[in-house]
């Protein structure tokens, strides 16, 4: 018996410390501070939260993109398409609940896609048009629009230097984190979701991750097309005992997972977070007070 709990009765609290990820972006070095900062106000803690930080925007704003133009150029538009299907289906449910089947029905096979050209009929006249206005005018945190973001994640999935690179720079910090801490609080957002995700489906059973936040994660589109990606590979709840995905409606880039993804061996828990009402802001969740308090609440 340990001598805390012969002594007090009870086990000492596990050393818990963060490891961040951040998304597609210009992030520089610091870019965590104001996350953490948000997270020690909703602590109350004199001290900031340990953490270990991931940056790796400056390996995707320096790579080569000839190398891949083509299949990343493919993955934009076919990634585009997913996003304005997904506005179109949720448009056709708020306007009329029986349209609720087409996401299940529709949403299984890439070549449906195609049918966002015809789904508008369905709603007023101009709705495709002002959609993809809005898709235009987005700016997500690090400062890129909507073309800049996929671009980012399409040359990550098809330029297999990068992706390793930047994998390895989750897995320095993990590994660094394995030594340092009891638990680790896996916090990734956006790409770095896809980023963490790879990782874990292949390393999970080497590290001890209490808590796994993926905040605006673009997985389950990504998965659409890149079917292996559906297998979740060493992720279990034996080696990642909590999943949470959170995500807002209203970003484009997000969607729940755990229809898609959740297994027995694996639940996956979403959790809807109203970010913004408007397209531009709901993807900051950095900033977003009920995701600091879920991230906060597990450090306690």
């Not at 106000?41 to 083509?70: F, I, M, S």
């Not at 909507?146 to 320095?172: H, M, S, T």
């Not at 979403?270 to 709901?282: E, G, K, Q, R, Y």
Request: glycine share 6%; net charge neutral; hydrophobic share 45%.
């Amino acid at each position: 018996m340990p001598l805390t709990e012969w002594l007090f009765g009870q086990r000492a609290a596990p050393r818990r410390g963060l490891v961040i990820v951040h998304g597609a972006g210009h992030f520089p070095p610091g870019y965590e501070r104001d996350l953490i900062r948000r997270i020690q106000e909703e602590l109350r803690w004199q001290e900031p939260p340990p953490n270990l930080p991931v940056c790796y925007a400056h390996l995707t704003e320096g790579a080569d993109a000839d190398k891949t133009r083509l299949q990343v150029a493919e993955f934009k538009s076919t990634f585009r398409n997913q996003i304005e299907y997904d506005q179109i289906v949720a448009a056709l449910i708020g306007k009329n609940p029986t349209f609720s089947m087409l996401s299940s029905i529709l949403g299984a096979s890439n070549p449906l896609f195609s049918l966002v050209t015809l789904l508008p009929q369905f709603l007023p006249g101009d709705f495709l048009k002002q959609l993809r206005e809005r898709l235009d005018g987005v700016r997500f945190p690090g400062g890129f629009d909507l073309a800049a973001v996929i671009e980012q994640v399409g040359r990550y999935l098809f330029d297999a230097e990068l992706r390793n690179r930047v994998q390895g720079e989750v897995v320095n910090a993990l590994d660094q984190a394995a030594r340092t801490f009891d638990e680790i609080v896996l916090v990734s957002h956006s790409l770095g979701t896809l980023v963490s995700y790879d990782v874990l489906r292949a390393r999970a059973d080497q590290y001890k991750i209490a808590y796994w936040f993926t905040l605006g994660s673009p997985i389950a589109k990504v998965a659409r097309v890149r079917s292996e990606l559906k297998d979740l590979g060493k992720i279990s709840r034996a080696t990642v005992a909590w999943w949470f995905n959170v995500y807002d409606d209203t970003d484009f880039i997000a969607n729940a997972l755990g229809k898609a993804l959740s297994t027995p061996a694996c639940p996956i828990y979403d959790v809807f977070v109203n970010v913004a009402t408007d397209p531009i802001s709901s993807h900051d969740y950095f900033t977003n007070p009920p995701t600091i308090k879920l991230i906060a609440d597990v450090l306690r």
